[in-house]
């Protein structure tokens, strides 16, 4: 009897010492995906000027150019998560917020804003007068950016108690903030070295952005069901 009570005792300490193994485990990984998300956009940085020096600019800066399919890549995954936070969140805000990643992906890969600027503003003639040096039909760009930025009080409540995902969610938005003014550059009246300096690096902090943001949603784990709070990393 006591031999059998012994072995219950030890196979219910082996499970539990089992289980205090295996589920931080999720944390750690969580954290190397994060990790890699960084790895791979300055990975494709280093590879994208040495493979095409001394045009190291062609695979960063044109419309088709691999950084802008991998900013699209990256804002469709957020846009994923932000959707996938409502397995373990139901607030409706979520929704929101991958709605605005997934228009952002949309208008990352086919150029939306660029051609309403270019085919429509622009010939009219159609300009912002409080930014002088900006070309015409760059309103659309600002007019987004300024809505998007009046949106961002919808969704403080998913900030509450997150403090990893706030943190880097705003160091996205003003790494996309900062890309929006320059894109504002009349790139037009520097020489082609400023030009194609100011435009890569437009699109090197736009891409670094979308990393953030990707960081951002990365750093939400599923609910613990074990205390019902959610565990949260930096």
């Given amino acids: 009897m006591t031999d059998a009570l012994t072995k219950v005792t030890w196979?219910?300490?082996a499970?539990?010492?089992?289980?205090?193994?295996?589920?931080p485990r999720a944390e750690p990984a969580i954290g190397e995906v994060r990790a890699e998300v960084w790895l791979i956009i300055f990975s494709f940085l280093v590879i994208a000027v040495v493979a095409r020096w001394p045009n190291w600019w062609e695979w960063i800066t044109p419309e088709a150019a691999p950084a802008r399919e991998l900013s699209t890549a990256l804002l469709l995954g957020v846009?994923?998560?932000?959707?996938y936070q409502l397995r373990h969140d139901s607030n409706w805000r979520w929704l929101l917020l991958g709605s605005g990643f997934l228009a952002l992906a949309a208008d990352e890969r086919l150029a939306l804003h660029e051609s309403l600027a270019d085919r429509v503003l622009a010939p009219r003639d159609v300009s912002l007068p409080f930014i002088p040096w900006g070309r015409?039909?760059?309103i659309v760009l600002v007019v987004v950016a300024?809505?998007?930025?009046m949106l961002i009080p919808l969704i403080v409540p998913l900030f509450r108690g997150r403090p990893a995902f706030r943190r880097w969610f705003f160091i996205g938005v003003g790494l996309s903030s900062a890309a929006v003014a320059m894109d504002t550059l009349p790139t037009d009246s520097y020489s082609m070295t400023v030009a194609v300096w100011l435009q890569a690096t437009e699109e090197i902090v736009e891409l670094l952005g979308a990393g953030a943001f990707a960081h951002a949603l990365l750093s939400q784990q599923?609910?613990?069901s074990s205390d019902g709070h959610r565990r949260l990393t930096w």
């Fill in 11 to 13: 196979e219910r300490s």
């Fill in 79 to 83: 846009a994923g998560l932000s959707v």
């Fill in 15 to 23: 499970r539990t010492d089992s289980e205090n193994v295996e589920s």
């Fill in 222 to 224: 599923p609910l613990d």
């Fill in 146 to 149: 300024l809505a998007g930025l």
């Fill in 136 to 138: 015409p039909g760059d």
